[in-house]
Protein backbone atom coordinates (compact mmCIF):
# COMPACT_ATOMS: atom_id res chain seq x y z
CA UNK A 1 0.00 0.00 0.00
CA UNK A 2 1.42 3.42 -1.29
CA UNK A 3 1.47 5.74 1.87
CA UNK A 4 2.53 9.41 1.58
CA UNK A 5 3.15 11.19 5.06
CA UNK A 6 3.05 14.82 5.31
CA UNK A 7 5.34 16.94 7.87
CA UNK A 8 4.26 18.85 10.01
CA UNK A 9 0.35 17.92 10.35
CA UNK A 10 -0.14 21.83 11.62
CA UNK A 11 1.78 24.57 10.94
CA UNK A 12 1.21 28.20 12.67
CA UNK A 13 3.47 31.18 11.91
CA UNK A 14 3.29 34.99 11.56
CA UNK A 15 3.25 36.77 8.34
CA UNK A 16 6.89 37.28 6.66
CA UNK A 17 8.11 33.65 7.82
CA UNK A 18 9.21 30.86 5.71
CA UNK A 19 8.36 27.39 5.74
CA UNK A 20 8.91 24.34 4.56
CA UNK A 21 6.36 21.43 4.71
CA UNK A 22 7.83 18.20 3.98
CA UNK A 23 5.74 14.91 1.98
CA UNK A 24 7.49 11.21 2.30
CA UNK A 25 6.64 8.03 0.75
CA UNK A 26 8.49 4.49 1.00
CA UNK A 27 6.87 4.16 -2.39
CA UNK A 28 8.86 5.77 -5.78
CA UNK A 29 6.33 8.00 -7.70
CA UNK A 30 6.13 8.90 -11.64
CA UNK A 31 4.49 12.12 -10.52
CA UNK A 32 3.79 14.53 -7.53
CA UNK A 33 1.49 17.23 -7.21
CA UNK A 34 0.86 19.66 -4.71
CA UNK A 35 -2.59 21.27 -4.05
CA UNK A 36 -4.11 23.44 -1.39
CA UNK A 37 -7.29 23.48 -0.21
CA UNK A 38 -9.68 25.74 1.37
CA UNK A 39 -12.47 25.44 3.73
CA UNK A 40 -15.74 23.87 2.32
CA UNK A 41 -13.58 23.94 -1.53
CA UNK A 42 -12.10 20.87 -2.66
CA UNK A 43 -8.31 20.84 -3.51
CA UNK A 44 -6.65 23.10 -6.48
CA UNK A 45 -3.69 22.46 -7.78
CA UNK A 46 -0.63 24.32 -7.47
CA UNK A 47 2.52 22.21 -9.20
CA UNK A 48 3.41 18.69 -10.84
CA UNK A 49 6.89 17.52 -11.05
CA UNK A 50 8.28 14.75 -12.76
CA UNK A 51 11.24 14.08 -13.03
CA UNK A 52 13.51 13.51 -9.75
CA UNK A 53 15.44 16.63 -8.32
CA UNK A 54 13.06 18.44 -10.34
CA UNK A 55 12.76 22.02 -8.85
CA UNK A 56 9.94 24.24 -9.56
CA UNK A 57 8.46 27.75 -8.55
CA UNK A 58 5.64 29.69 -7.96
CA UNK A 59 6.04 33.42 -6.81
CA UNK A 60 7.04 32.29 -3.36
CA UNK A 61 6.52 28.95 -3.39
CA UNK A 62 9.12 26.58 -4.16
CA UNK A 63 8.56 22.78 -5.05
CA UNK A 64 11.07 20.14 -5.15
CA UNK A 65 11.09 16.24 -6.12
CA UNK A 66 13.58 14.16 -4.24
CA UNK A 67 16.36 12.61 -6.80
CA UNK A 68 15.12 9.20 -5.83
CA UNK A 69 11.08 10.23 -6.22
CA UNK A 70 10.12 9.44 -3.13
CA UNK A 71 10.01 12.24 -1.08
CA UNK A 72 8.89 16.24 -2.01
CA UNK A 73 8.91 19.28 -0.44
CA UNK A 74 7.31 22.99 -0.63
CA UNK A 75 9.04 25.37 0.54
CA UNK A 76 6.97 29.13 1.12
CA UNK A 77 9.48 32.42 0.95
CA UNK A 78 7.75 35.22 3.30
CA UNK A 79 4.35 33.58 4.07
CA UNK A 80 0.83 36.17 3.94
CA UNK A 81 -2.38 35.45 5.32
CA UNK A 82 -3.62 34.60 1.94
CA UNK A 83 -1.13 31.58 2.01
CA UNK A 84 -3.38 29.85 5.21
CA UNK A 85 -4.55 26.51 3.98
CA UNK A 86 -4.66 22.72 3.81
CA UNK A 87 -1.05 21.94 1.47
CA UNK A 88 -2.06 18.11 0.10
CA UNK A 89 0.87 16.32 -1.94
CA UNK A 90 -0.39 13.44 -3.86
CA UNK A 91 1.55 10.85 -6.22
CA UNK A 92 0.73 8.67 -9.08
CA UNK A 93 3.23 5.79 -9.70
CA UNK A 94 2.68 6.27 -14.01
CA UNK A 95 -1.07 5.60 -13.88
CA UNK A 96 -4.50 8.20 -13.66
CA UNK A 97 -5.04 7.14 -9.76
CA UNK A 98 -3.53 9.71 -7.33
CA UNK A 99 -3.36 8.91 -3.43
CA UNK A 100 -2.82 11.89 -1.33
CA UNK A 101 -0.77 12.46 1.99
CA UNK A 102 -1.82 13.19 5.28
CA UNK A 103 -1.97 16.88 4.94
CA UNK A 104 -0.30 19.92 6.27
CA UNK A 105 -2.86 22.89 7.84
CA UNK A 106 -0.95 25.97 7.73
CA UNK A 107 -2.06 28.89 9.59
CA UNK A 108 -0.12 32.00 8.90
CA UNK A 109 -1.54 34.61 11.24
CA UNK A 110 -1.37 38.81 10.58
CA UNK B 1 -21.35 25.52 -15.46
CA UNK B 2 -17.32 25.01 -16.20
CA UNK B 3 -16.36 23.79 -13.12
CA UNK B 4 -17.16 19.91 -11.39
CA UNK B 5 -20.56 20.00 -9.49
CA UNK B 6 -21.49 18.10 -6.92
CA UNK B 7 -24.95 17.34 -5.30
CA UNK B 8 -26.42 17.57 -2.69
CA UNK B 9 -23.46 19.77 -0.93
CA UNK B 10 -25.08 18.38 2.34
CA UNK B 11 -26.92 15.15 3.29
CA UNK B 12 -28.17 14.19 6.75
CA UNK B 13 -29.04 10.61 7.19
CA UNK B 14 -30.20 8.00 9.68
CA UNK B 15 -27.71 5.01 9.98
CA UNK B 16 -29.11 2.28 7.74
CA UNK B 17 -30.46 4.55 5.13
CA UNK B 18 -29.64 4.57 1.51
CA UNK B 19 -27.89 7.55 0.20
CA UNK B 20 -26.63 8.62 -3.59
CA UNK B 21 -24.45 11.13 -4.26
CA UNK B 22 -24.43 12.55 -7.37
CA UNK B 23 -21.23 14.01 -9.98
CA UNK B 24 -21.00 16.25 -12.91
CA UNK B 25 -17.85 16.58 -14.51
CA UNK B 26 -15.74 19.10 -17.00
CA UNK B 27 -17.47 18.43 -20.09
CA UNK B 28 -15.28 16.23 -22.10
CA UNK B 29 -13.07 15.10 -19.06
CA UNK B 30 -12.81 11.34 -19.74
CA UNK B 31 -11.36 10.60 -15.98
CA UNK B 32 -13.82 10.91 -13.47
CA UNK B 33 -12.18 10.47 -9.47
CA UNK B 34 -14.41 9.92 -6.66
CA UNK B 35 -12.30 10.61 -2.63
CA UNK B 36 -13.40 10.68 1.10
CA UNK B 37 -12.12 12.84 3.05
CA UNK B 38 -12.32 13.27 6.83
CA UNK B 39 -11.76 16.57 8.77
CA UNK B 40 -8.46 17.77 8.48
CA UNK B 41 -7.14 14.78 6.32
CA UNK B 42 -6.06 13.96 2.95
CA UNK B 43 -8.35 12.84 0.45
CA UNK B 44 -8.76 8.81 0.80
CA UNK B 45 -8.96 7.28 -2.46
CA UNK B 46 -12.21 5.65 -3.68
CA UNK B 47 -12.72 4.99 -6.96
CA UNK B 48 -11.67 6.30 -10.55
CA UNK B 49 -13.42 5.44 -14.18
CA UNK B 50 -12.13 5.88 -17.48
CA UNK B 51 -15.58 6.98 -20.06
CA UNK B 52 -17.99 4.42 -18.58
CA UNK B 53 -15.63 1.84 -16.90
CA UNK B 54 -14.62 1.50 -13.08
CA UNK B 55 -10.40 1.30 -13.79
CA UNK B 56 -9.83 1.06 -10.89
CA UNK B 57 -12.14 0.41 -7.66
CA UNK B 58 -9.74 -0.95 -4.96
CA UNK B 59 -10.25 1.97 -2.47
CA UNK B 60 -13.99 0.93 -2.10
CA UNK B 61 -14.13 0.24 1.78
CA UNK B 62 -16.80 -2.33 1.55
CA UNK B 63 -19.44 -3.84 -1.00
CA UNK B 64 -22.02 -1.13 0.71
CA UNK B 65 -20.29 1.21 -1.32
CA UNK B 66 -20.82 1.29 -5.11
CA UNK B 67 -20.54 3.80 -8.33
CA UNK B 68 -21.40 4.14 -11.78
CA UNK B 69 -20.68 6.55 -14.71
CA UNK B 70 -22.91 4.69 -17.58
CA UNK B 71 -22.90 7.11 -20.18
CA UNK B 72 -18.99 8.24 -19.47
CA UNK B 73 -19.90 12.07 -17.81
CA UNK B 74 -22.32 12.15 -14.81
CA UNK B 75 -21.15 9.55 -11.66
CA UNK B 76 -23.59 8.66 -8.55
CA UNK B 77 -21.74 6.89 -5.55
CA UNK B 78 -24.17 4.83 -3.84
CA UNK B 79 -23.81 3.55 -0.29
CA UNK B 80 -26.36 1.29 1.39
CA UNK B 81 -26.89 0.73 4.80
CA UNK B 82 -25.28 4.01 6.23
CA UNK B 83 -23.15 3.66 9.02
CA UNK B 84 -21.98 6.37 11.30
CA UNK B 85 -18.32 5.48 10.41
CA UNK B 86 -19.72 6.51 6.31
CA UNK B 87 -20.09 10.46 7.68
CA UNK B 88 -17.16 12.57 5.22
CA UNK B 89 -16.80 15.18 2.96
CA UNK B 90 -17.10 13.07 -0.36
CA UNK B 91 -14.96 14.59 -3.12
CA UNK B 92 -15.37 14.24 -7.01
CA UNK B 93 -12.61 15.26 -9.60
CA UNK B 94 -12.70 15.29 -13.09
CA UNK B 95 -9.23 15.03 -15.54
CA UNK B 96 -8.75 15.21 -19.31
CA UNK B 97 -7.42 11.75 -18.82
CA UNK B 98 -4.84 12.43 -21.66
CA UNK B 99 -1.85 12.05 -19.52
CA UNK B 100 -1.41 10.72 -16.19
CA UNK B 101 0.25 13.99 -14.62
CA UNK B 102 -2.67 16.17 -15.97
CA UNK B 103 -4.64 18.03 -13.34
CA UNK B 104 -7.40 16.95 -11.23
CA UNK B 105 -10.36 19.59 -10.97
CA UNK B 106 -12.25 19.10 -7.81
CA UNK B 107 -15.87 19.57 -6.98
CA UNK B 108 -16.73 21.36 -3.55
CA UNK B 109 -17.77 17.78 -2.26
CA UNK B 110 -21.20 16.93 -0.44
CA UNK B 111 -20.94 16.37 3.17
CA UNK B 112 -22.28 13.59 4.29
CA UNK B 113 -23.82 13.00 7.98
CA UNK B 114 -25.15 9.74 9.31
CA UNK B 115 -27.05 10.09 12.68
Known amino acids: TQLLEQSPQFLSIQEGENLTVYCNSS?????LQWYRQEPGEGPVLLVT?????EVKKLKRLTFQFGDARKDSSLHITAAQPGDTGLYLCAGSSGTYKYIFGTGTRLKVLA | GAGVSQTPSNKVTEKGKYVELRCDPI?????LYWYRQSLGQGPEFLIYFQGTGAADDSGLPNDRFFAVRPEGSVSTLKIQRTERGDSAVYLCASSSGTYYTGELFFGEGSRLTVL
Open chain 1, 49 to 53: VVTGG
Open chain 1, 27 to 31: SVFSS
Open chain 2, 27 to 31: SGHTA
